[in-house]
């Protein structure tokens, strides 16, 4: 590269004016069968890229991401888990040895000694030679740290019941919808359910959300007057006019929410 | 025509050895899968910064829909999830790229420590991975909270009380991520966001940068 006096550039930029061809390196010394790199070896990564996204797109095809009821920071019986990845060191914060009294060992002794020991491996694996047999100390530790990480992951994992947890706290669609307070229906409804089933029909602690009932008109006039599961019978008493208006106003309000 | 555009750019901003530098090696044969099938283990590197752009790409569709605010975080998911055409998509890409960005770190990883690569000259190259590591896994965390379903919520409360027992400094810690030294709420939820969608991928380009110039500085290491 020509440096120094009698440089000619581009205006006044720092661009050499004198033209170079535009000729690739030679690599006919390199060693073994080379190939180049543009465009002959990247059209086969482009292969295996396509390969590859082709299959991750099926996953997500086939699983679509998961979602939860929106948070709700009084849920005292929630049981936290974090992202699978992170299982191994929500696990190892419920041995003895790693909690409590020794928490300062489960946060930060044993993950900062494997952490570093990962960050500085190239001082403290010194020695010259790369094949595996060669250091065993390195690679004992970290098989060692993987077997762990990964009977961690297996204890934590094997311990939740996945499709339970994910049934359970399956996201509630939000209902909006306008209760017709006006509606001869609401008056029965404010007698007879209202202290357990709410005043929108979302339900409580006693009672499920009437909002998205899958009974009919008929079953739910029978569960009026019998009850269902927790649910005692005869909580409403009363004509059966004013049965049918109530059923008709709750039938109403689901036909509402959807 | 398109050789006058390249010799015009060119005469302009010298772009050739840019060029050189960019593409032009020789990919040796120890490394190459159509030469030894053993040597995919060497894609791993590559299908990682793969998924990495697969997240950057629907993370910045996300954006367009997703709102950091505890009111509407939730709905705002909920609506993406299954109102906006192909919104499902776009959010399955994100949520299991996260996990197949993890797994094909830690195959790449593996396959840099066995081959006891991170030897010299190497070992900048290695701890700029290693960051690069714990980047994308600070990225998992903070992401895990954004829909804000009971999930992302427990899940931070537990890691926040973990950062609060780091001794000397826990209440800070978790203050600097929280917003708040008690409550986790609408100023954890804006600070993840940002930590998320600003500050580690503000990191995680850098480093990534410093790891391909080093590549390309330092080159493919030999066949073991």
């Known amino acids: 590269m020509h440096k120094g006096k009698g440089m000619k550039f581009v205006g006044d930029s720092r661009i050499s004016a004198e033209k170079k061809p535009n000729i690739p390196k030679d690599y006919s010394e390199y060693p073994g069968r080379t190939e180049a790199f543009w465009p002959n070896f990247l059209l086969k990564e482009w292969l295996v890229g396509a390969v590859f996204l082709v299959g991750f797109l099926c996953l997500t095809l086939a699983h679509p991401a998961p979602l939860e009821g929106m948070a709700d920071p009084g849920d005292a019986a929630y049981i936290p888990l974090p992202d699978w990845y992170f299982l191994f060191l929500y696990e190892l914060l419920k041995y003895n040895f790693a909690s409590g009294p020794y928490i300062i060992m489960g946060i930060l002794v044993l993950p900062g000694l494997a952490f570093g020991a990962l960050l500085l491996a190239p001082f403290l694996d010194k020695g010259p030679g790369r094949r595996p047999q060669q250091r065993p100390v390195a690679v004992g530790m970290m098989m060692l740290g993987l077997a762990s990480v990964i009977w961690l992951t297996y204890e934590s994992a094997s311990a939740v019941d996945w499709e339970a947890r994910a049934e359970e706290n399956k996201p509630v669609a939000e209902a909006d919808v306008e209760i017709d307070e006006e509606d001869p229906g609401f008056a029965i409804y404010e007698n007879s359910c209202m202290q357990c089933h709410g005043d929108d029909l979302s339900g409580g602690a006693a009672a499920p959300s009437l909002i998205g009932t899958e009974h009919t008109a008929d079953e739910i006039a029978d569960i009026a007057q019998n009850g269902i599961g927790d649910m005692p019978p005869d909580q409403f008493s009363g004509s059966d006019e004013e049965l049918e208006q109530l059923v008709d106003f709750i039938v109403s309000v689901n036909e509402e929410a959807e | ?224």
Not at chain 2, 142 to 148: A, C, D, S, V
Request: aromatic fraction near 16%; charge should be negative.
């Open chain 2, 1 to 224: 025509m398109l050789q006058k555009i390249y010799d015009w750019i060119d005469d302009r901003i010298d772009i050739t050895p840019i060029w050189r530098d960019i593409a032009d090696h020789e990919v040796p044969e120890h490394v190459n899968p159509a030469h030894h099938f053993s040597a995919f283990v060497y894609c791993f590197g590559g299908l990682t910064f793969f998924v990495v752009v697969i997240q950057i790409l629907s993370g910045m569709f996300l954006t367009m829909y997703y709102v950091p605010d505890i009111e509407n975080a939730w709905k705002s998911v909920y609506y993406l999830q299954t109102e906006v055409a192909h919104g499902q998509i776009v959010r399955g890409m994100h949520h299991w790229g996260a996990s197949v960005t993890v797994v094909m770190l830690l195959l790449h990883t593996l396959r840099v420590f066995f081959q006891g690569v991170y030897k010299k000259p190497r070992e900048l190259n290695w701890m700029v991975g290693v960051l690069i590591f714990f980047i994308i896994l600070g990225l998992g965390f903070t992401g895990y909270l954004l829909p804000w379903d009971n999930k992302a919520f427990f899940a931070t409360q537990v890691g926040l009380d973990i950062a609060q027992q780091v001794p000397f400094i826990g209440e800070q810690l978790k203050t600097l991520l929280a917003g708040d030294p008690e409550i986790i709420g609408a100023q954890t939820l804006t600070r993840f966001f940002a930590i998320h969608v600003f500050f580690l991928p503000g990191a995680l380009f850098a480093l990534l940068a410093a790891h391909f110039i080093l590549i390309r500085k330092q080159g493919i290491s030999g066949p073991l």
